[in-house]
Every structure is written in structure tokens, then in C-alpha cells.
């Protein structure tokens, strides 16, 4: 049983947008088996307070071609991830993406490449949950990353090359207990770019 068929007609329309705006790109499809609090925590976001539908994922490149990620302070010590936004319910996705890249890191005025979309269903015994996020990276000016939004409880930047990804991806798939599907998710997310990178 699909619990939010509306969710995943407007990433249709989305997927659809960017097709011709970018051309083809992948879609990778992640079917996860999770636990209850995680799957209600999504729900609840999605389908009762509706703060989000969708999520863009940031994959910001330096001069040196390093990427962005980014760690909060309630993680687990020492795992840092890519920078992800929610796009708002009735937000145009293009909205998004430069407010939440401003948000988190301060930086203005880029130029994205869409990368392609990972589509996400969360299975709960008997039910499903869809959610997609969509990849786009941008190569960013000289200058550090700042933090304009603090509620988002981001405490620190770090840069890594586009094969660590891997090594990123492995940290969050080893997360345990209360982070174990959290972390499953992410590191999806993780491998999802760098096959998408690897295409561009």
C-alpha cells in the first residue's frame, strides 16, 4: 500500500521538468526495509505536518574539485554527509535548490548541472512510503562555506575528493541503533552520486 500517491505524482512532474530542461539522466531506485520510528518520522514530514516533498541533494565541487559535506552537531562524532535540503510542498523545485544552497552554506548566484534522482521507497511491513531526492552539483567560487540558517544545527565543513564518497557511504551504512536507517538511507544516497558522477 502506497501511503502518499500525491507525493509521487509531483516528483513525476519534476522528473519530467528536468528531462527537458537537462536532457536523460539516471534514476536509481532504492527499495529499504526500516524500522517503525523511522518510517513515522518520514510520514509524519511528508504526510501530517508536510514540511517537505521532496529533497534536494548539494554536490558542491571547490576550485580543486574537493566536495562540500557537512556535519551536525546531534550526529554521531565524526560522520559528515553531503548537504540536503526538503523542497517545500507547493515550492517549484528550481525555487529550492538556491535557497536551500544558501542556507546551509552561504553561497549564491551557481550554476547547476542536474545529476539525476535517487527514488526512495520505505517499506513497513505491508506499507510504502515513497520520497525522491534529486542530485545536483555546481561548482562553487574560492571562499569558505557559512552557515546562514542555525536552526539546521549545522557545527562543521569538511572537503573530500569524489572517490571518498565510497568511504563516506560505508561510514553512514555502519551506523547502528537508533541511526541504523538513517544511516542506510544516506550512504544510498552517497553511492547514488557517485555513479551519477562518474556518468556526467
Known sequence: MNDLPAVELQAEDDLAALQSRYGS???IRADLEVGAEFYQQWHRRL????????EVVLVLLNPQE??????????PPGIFRLPTGGV?????????????????TGYRDLDYNYLGATRYVFNLRDRALPFTSFNFSANLPDGRPRIQDHGERISGFSWITKPELSRIA????????????????????????????ERS
Open 25 to 27: 539522466r539516471p534514476q
Open 47 to 54: 504526510a501530517e505536518t508536510r514540511n517537505r516533498r521532496a
Open 66 to 75: 574537493r566536495i562540500l559535506l557537512h556535519t551536525k552537531s546531534f550526529y
Open 88 to 104: 517545500k510542498p507547493h515550492e517549484d523545485l528550481m525555487d529550492a535548490l538556491p535557497r536551500e544552497t544558501f542556507e546551509e
Open 170 to 197: 560505508g561510514s553512514l551504512r555502519d551506523l547502528s541503533e537508533n541511526w541504523h536507517d538513517w544511516g542506510r538511507m544516506r550512504a544510498v544516497s552517497h553511492e547514488a552520486v557517485l555513479v551519477m558522477l
